[in-house]
Nanobody, 113 residues
Framework: QVQLVESGGGLVQVGGSLRLSCAAS????????MAWYRQGPGKQRDFVAS???????DYADSVKGRFTISRDNAKNTVYLQMNSLKPEDTAVYYC???????WGQGTQVTVSS
């Protein structure tokens, strides 16, 4: 059974940092393109970053230079390092596994000014 469990969210001040983790169960994690999306209050769910099985990454323009996605296939985990956080980064962050078309339950990130 596939499971994606996010962690690492919380409350942080403007300019601070957080690292989100998404631990996956299920086979062939390493073959999955993994991604992070976010949904702010009253907004649609938007793409944040992705990483392919080969390690190629892609980012939304709004987070380029501030966020870094990475993966550890030995731990079946994908990370999102978020630096220089802004109030507009406040959202629920979701992990997504493309091969399984599966979403995690989300973790709240709140950036206070």
């Amino acid at each position: 059974q596939v499971q994606l469990v996010e962690s690492g969210g919380g409350l942080v001040q403007v300019g601070g940092s957080l690292r989100l983790s998404c631990a996956a169960s299920g086979s062939i994690f390493r073959s999955n393109t993994m991604a992070w999306y976010r949904q702010g209050p009253g907004k649609q769910r938007d793409f944040v970053a992705s990483i392919t099985s080969g390690g190629s990454t892609d980012y939304a323009d709004s987070v380029k230079g501030r966020f870094t996605i990475s993966r550890d296939n030995a731990k079946n985990t994908v990370y999102l390092q978020m630096n220089s956080l802004k109030p507009e980064d406040t959202a629920v962050y979701y992990c997504y596994a493309a091969l399984w078309d599966y979403w995690g339950q989300g973790t709240q990130v709140t950036v206070s000014s």
